[in-house]
Nanobody
């Protein structure tokens, strides 16, 4: 099982980006999926999380600006980021709780995608 994150890049303050995270492999089921970020010199923090039932939760710092969503048929999660600020600059990681065929639930991480907000 692998998670592949994509969509990062350089954007000006006030701009938008859409991140994607695709899960692949021998997947029986995916439960919660989430985005985390780690800025230079800081600890990794939760940005947003979504359950299979589409319940969502956001960090206070991104509420009203970021939207998390998922396409269960494609085993893919998205993060629409609007009104980006320099403080949003970080490496963004996706995480998912996945049950592979013939195995138990495991937490998987994607490789990270860099988002830089700068003029």
């Amino acid at each position: 099982v692998q998670l592949q994150a994509s969509g990062g890049g350089l954007v000006q303050p006030g701009g938008s980006l859409r991140l994607s995270c695709a899960a692949s492999g021998s997947i029986f089921s995916i439960n919660a999926m989430g985005w985390y970020r780690q800025a230079p010199g800081k600890q990794r923090e939760l940005v947003a999380i979504t359950t299979r039932a589409d319940n969502t939760n956001y960090a206070d710092s991104v509420k009203g600006r970021f939207t998390i969503s998922r396409d269960n048929a494609k085993n893919t999660m998205y993060l629409q980021m609007n009104s980006l600020k320099p403080d949003d600059t970080a490496v963004y990681y996706c995480n998912a709780l996945i049950k592979p065929y013939g195995s138990t639930w495991h937490s998987y991480w994607g490789q990270g995608t860099l988002v830089t907000v700068s003029s």
